[in-house]
Structure formats: C-alpha cells, structure tokens
C-alpha cells in the first residue's frame, strides 16, 4: 500500500521512477521514466552502466563519469541536470536525475535507486529568453545608434539651439513612431497605411490623405520611411501646402509587378514653392530608403506644390505578420511649430512620478522653469504614496515605475480629485491607462509638452 501511494504520489509530481541493479546487472524503468527518457519500460541489461550512458548528451557525460567515481562511489546521494538523446525518437531532452546508492559492507555498489523530472520544457523558455535578451540587446543598441546618427545629422544642418531641438525632438518622435507600430507586430513589419497614419493624421485635419493596398515593411525600411514622411510633412507645414488654409497632402502607395512598393507624396493648393538653397536631411532619408533596398527616390520643386516618388525593392517588404495590430492614434508632429516659451505654472505643486532618473530630473527642470514647486520626483511606488499626504495640484505620472504598475497613485488621486497627465513609452491605443480620463504624453516627449498639459489640467479646473 505504501509503495502504491509512492507510485501515485511519483506520477503526480511528474516524476519517474529507475533502479540500477548492479548485482545483476539490470536497469529498472518505470512506465512514467520510459515516457521522459525513452528507454523500454521494465528491465533492460545495464551493461555496467552503459546502456545509460551511451544515450547522454557528449559534453555532460564527463560529468556523469566523475559522479559515478566520486558520489556513488562513497554512497552519496546525488542530483544532476543532464541531456539525454531519447533511444526511440531520438529526441534531446533536459533531464533532472536524483538518486541514492547503496553499498555492501565490502564497500562496493549493490544498487542505485532515484527519479528523474523531465526539464526540457525550463530549458527551452531559459534559452528562448536569453535569445530574447540577445535580441534586445541588439535592438536597443541599434536605436542608440539611430539616436546618436540624428543628433549628428540634425546638429550639421541647423544653426541654433531652438532649431536643433525642434528638429531633433521631431525626428526622435518619428523614430519612436515606428518603433511602437513594430513592436505591436512583435517586429515583423509595419503596415504602410499605420505609419502615414502616425505621421500624417493629426497634422492638419481634412488636408491630408492617405490610400494604398495593404503592405508591410521591414523593420528598417518602416523607420526610415516614418522619418522620410516625417520630414516631407514637416516641410509642407513650414513652407508648402499645409502652412495655408485650403493645402492638401496626397500620400499613395502601389506594388509594382516586380515586388517592392512606390510611394508618391503629391501637395496641392499651397503657395508657390521652389527647391531649397542646400540639401536637406529629408532628402538623404529619402535616398536611405530607397537605396538601401534597390530602389530611388525623386522630389521635385514644382511651383504648384512639392512631389515625391519614393520606389523601393522587394527588400523592403515583409510577410503579413499573424496578428495585424490595429492603427494607432493620429500623432501631432511638434517639430512643424514654431518654439514657444513654456506655459506658466506659477504657484502650482507639481508631483513628478518617473523611474528613470534622467527624465526624471529633465521634468524637475523644466516644470521649474515654468515656475511650478516640484514635489519628489519619486522614483519608486513606495515613495510616490508616502508623497500623497502634501499638498498637490497636479501629477506627472510614468505609467510603470520599475515594472510596478502606478495605478495606486492614480487611483488616490483621483479620490482627492487632483488632475494628472501620464507620461509613458507604453503604446496603448485605447485611451490612458487604466481608464483614467487623462492626458497622455508618449516618450519620447518635450518637456514643453508636459508643461503645456499640466497647465491646461490647472486651467480646466
């Protein structure tokens, strides 16, 4: 009875059962141990071990070996984690092997008994997340690069600070752009009709549009085509058919025979225009984009408004990806207006609720150049609560602070009825998080935006 509570208890656990019977020689199986290490069930010859060993993975076999010579060689139980190419299927499979030995009292080895867990399904979420990292690694290096590369681009080709910071805050919200479309498809591609969406819908309302078949692009191809809209549309509301009541911006795509896409950029009704004194950077983006991916890229300077065909290859286009996230919201590209000093906050407290230290200290700045009494900033959830107690107007929150959710402090300042904005890198596209009738503010941002907003919430009330 006992022993069939211990066979029960075994299977429950998902644990197998094995004895080596080394008096005669024979290996013992269970049915469940069969299952995990696909040896028969029952006795099989041992083969003074081999009949195990030979089915090890190469490398940990020298591990197996020197268990044998030191553990069960003084009776010591033992537990180890090894890979075993399954006789049937010839599977590899992770196994966890626990076992005790049992000597004579001559010393040498009667029998050893133990239970074996299967771990390849442990293994293969570890390997699968140390991939994931090497891939984060790998993608976050490549956006610093990307961020490093504008900051040069953007710095050759302006001549103040304002202008650069204008331009460069733009161009950093495009990339960011792209990469949130990218991300919402787990980096398979990006559909054409999202990023004009991003780039284009909130510009200037019933003067632009946007039609072509459904297609995706890289991940490379998707960035460099956000900034290349971006900055043909920054151009448009300085100088061309959006700076004008009654301009429109026309964006088209096709998919020639030959694979690829054409994209055309097409504006009307808009004051006269004529090609500018010096290259610009949207025209090198538009040659990147093309001329990466075997294609081209033409703008012409026409008097009745600027166009622009962009062709690229079969390169720059990626499968349908299996779940096609849906568009996300229009987005104002800041960089078309003009700098404007930041609104008054004069007299107001302003709780500042960020993780990141550096963004952190760039609101304290800037909320006290707008003439706002800064409470905090807190850094963790801990400190934003025990923060509550002093007098507050208003809150700039992080949406996650440490992967800890800042819902509490929303939800306590909503009781008190002080009015927050949500500063975050979280793409969601239903509204603010956690329901919360609220601003939201996606990173990257200028703290100008955030000043703006706050001022806005203080005003409404």
């Known amino acids: 009875m006992d022993e069939k509570r211990l066979e029960l208890a075994l299977e429950a656990a ?8 080394a008096a005669r020689d024979v290996l013992i199986v269970s049915p469940r141990a069969a299952e995990l290490n696909g040896m028969p069930a029952g006795e099989v010859p041992a083969l003074k071990g081999e009949a195990w060993l030979r089915h ?3 490398e940990d076999r020298p591990r197996l ?9 003084r009776g010591e139980a033992f537990q180890l984690d090894l890979r075993l190419t399954r006789p049937d299927d010839r599977r590899l499979v992770w196994l966890r092997v626990s076992g005790a030995p049992k000597l004579g ?3 040498k080895l009667i029998s050893v008994t133990g239970v074996m867990a299967d771990l390849t399904a442990l293994n293969l979420e570890e390997e699968q997340r140390h991939t994931l990292m090497v891939e984060l690694d790998h993608r976050v290096k490549n956006v610093l690069a990307a961020v490093q590369v504008l900051a040069y681009q953007t710095a050759k080709r302006t001549t103040s600070l304002d202008a650069f910071l204008q331009n460069y ?3 950093l919200k495009a990339l960011a752009s792209a ?3 990218l991300t919402a498809a787990r980096w398979r591609g990006a559909a054409v009709d999202h990023i004009a969406a991003a780039e284009l819908g909130a510009l200037a309302p019933g003067q632009t549009s946007w039609h072509g078949p459904e297609l995706f692009l890289t991940p490379r191809a998707a960035n460099a085509l956000s900034l290349a809209l971006h900055e043909l549309a920054t151009n448009a509301v300085k100088f061309g058919a959006l700076s004008v009541e009654g301009g429109h911006v026309e964006v088209s795509w096709t998919r020639p025979e030959g694979g ?3 994209l055309s950029w097409l504006e009307s009704a808009g004051p006269t225009v004529s090609p500018p004194a010096r290259r610009g950077f949207g025209s090198t983006l538009l040659e990147q984009v093309t001329g990466r991916e075997k294609g081209e890229a033409v703008i012409e300077y026409r008097p009745s408004g600027v166009r622009a065909r962009l062709i690229a290859g079969p390169a720059a286009v990626a499968p349908r990806p299996d779940s096609v996230p849906e568009a996300p919201p229009a987005r104002v590209v800041e960089t078309v207006a003009a700098a404007r000093a930041p609104r008054s906050l004069k007299g107001s407290r302003v709780l500042i609720v960020e993780d990141a ?3 952190a200290l760039e609101l304290e700045t800037g909320l006290s150049d707008a003439g706002a009494e800064v409470v905090g900033p807190a850094y963790e959830l801990e400190e934003a609560m025990a923060l509550l107690d002093r007098p507050i107007d208003a809150a700039v929150l992080d949406a996650n602070l440490n992967g800890r959710s800042v819902m509490p402090v929303a939800e306590a300042l909503a009781r008190r009825n002080v009015p927050f904005v949500f500063a975050t890198g979280y793409g969601e596209t239903g509204g603010a998080p956690g329901g919360f009738e609220a601003p939201v503010i996606r990173k990257p941002y200028d703290v100008t935006q955030v000043a703006a907003a706050v001022a806005e919430l203080l005003a409404a009330r």
């Open 14 to 21: 998902g644990l197998g059962q094995f004895e080596w019977d």
């Open 56 to 58: 090890v993975h190469p």
């Open 65 to 73: 070996a020197a268990l044998r010579e030191e553990r069960l060689a």
């Open 105 to 107: 009292p001559d010393g």
């Open 169 to 171: 805050s733009g161009r």
């Open 179 to 181: 990469n949130e479309l």
């Open 260 to 262: 690829g896409f054409e």
């Open 357 to 359: 230290v550096l963004l």
